[in-house]
């Protein structure tokens, strides 16, 4: 399957949770911009006025809804579809803008009702409490009705290697291919290319040489046959041991993909 070219223009451009505090509880503060967009914050909890758990919000027990905060964009995933908006925070309240979503169609009902579930709660002013606990910090949102949703944060890839990254795309070849490996006996490496396009989403240059990744991209996994453009962010990495890579790759989104190779 190919994805149109308009597509890549727009990607360049259960447990009962104790009541959170109310607004303005001494120690209690709300969290900073910052806050939010280090980590990837996971559904734990999720209780309703009546102290009665919200099962519609944990449909996929497996892969958690997950919230990722960033320049001003809140997403969610693991949900049926891709749901995002616009957010800001002033002190205790988060302000949710409308939220737009992609429309796939979901077999499973209770997948269709979780977008529902999350979506219409994650809007209007939400007041925030954040536990800032360096190892295992929580985050807790109270909607307007009294719903309470309690998440925990994963250290993001920026606050793991301590920089914004740079984002690149790779184009990924349908196969792998052996590569030598002096630990790793018959390992098969990527072939990746870098591919560059300006801000019209239209290629720039012609891409290089596939050339062999010798360390997995973050957050991807390679299915045989399926030629992909990733974007990804690229970090650069301090004091690493001789042996070992100097860049990590994260995958930020597949921006196209062609199983034509099968």
């Not at 727009?10 to 109310?22: G, K, N, Q």
């Not at 900073?32 to 758990?53: C, I, M, P, R, S």
């Not at 070849?173 to 006996?185: E, K, N, S, V, W």
Request: charged share 20%.
């Amino acid at each position: 399957m190919k994805y149109p070219l308009l597509f890549l223009s727009l990607v360049l451009a259960a447990c009962t949770a104790t009541p959170a505090p109310r607004p303005g509880t001494p120690g209690t503060p709300g969290p900073d911009d910052t806050q939010l967009t280090g980590y990837h914050w996971v559904l734990q909890q999720a209780q309703n006025k009546a102290g009665g758990h919200i099962d519609s919000l944990f449909a996929r027990a497996d892969t958690p809804l997950q919230l990722d905060f960033s320049a001003g964009r809140l997403a969610v995933t693991n949900s049926c579809n891709r749901i995002g908006g616009a957010y800001t925070i002033v002190g205790e309240q988060l302000s949710v803008g409308p939220l737009m979503q992609t429309h796939m169609a979901c077999a499973d009902p209770r997948l269709s009702a979780l977008d529902d579930a999350i979506g219409s709660r994650l809007h209007g002013q939400l007041h925030v409490w954040m536990a800032r606990d360096e190892e295992s910090p929580r985050l807790r949102l109270t909607t307007a009705s009294g719903d309470i949703l309690e998440f925990h944060g994963i250290p993001s890839a920026q606050t793991r290697y301590g920089g914004e990254g740079e984002t690149v795309f790779l184009e990924v070849a349908a196969d792998t291919r052996p590569c030598p490996h002096p630990l790793i006996p018959d390992k098969q490496c990527l072939q990746v290319r870098e591919r560059h396009y300006n801000a019209e989403g239209i290629a720039d240059r012609q891409p290089g040489a596939w050339q062999p990744l010798y360390q997995d991209i973050e957050g991807y996994t390679h299915e045989a046959g399926v030629r992909n453009v990733l974007r990804v962010k690229r970090y650069r990495l301090r004091n690493v041991p001789a042996d070992a890579p100097s860049t990590a790759y994260v995958l930020d989104m597949v921006v196209e993909s062609d199983n034509s190779g099968r």
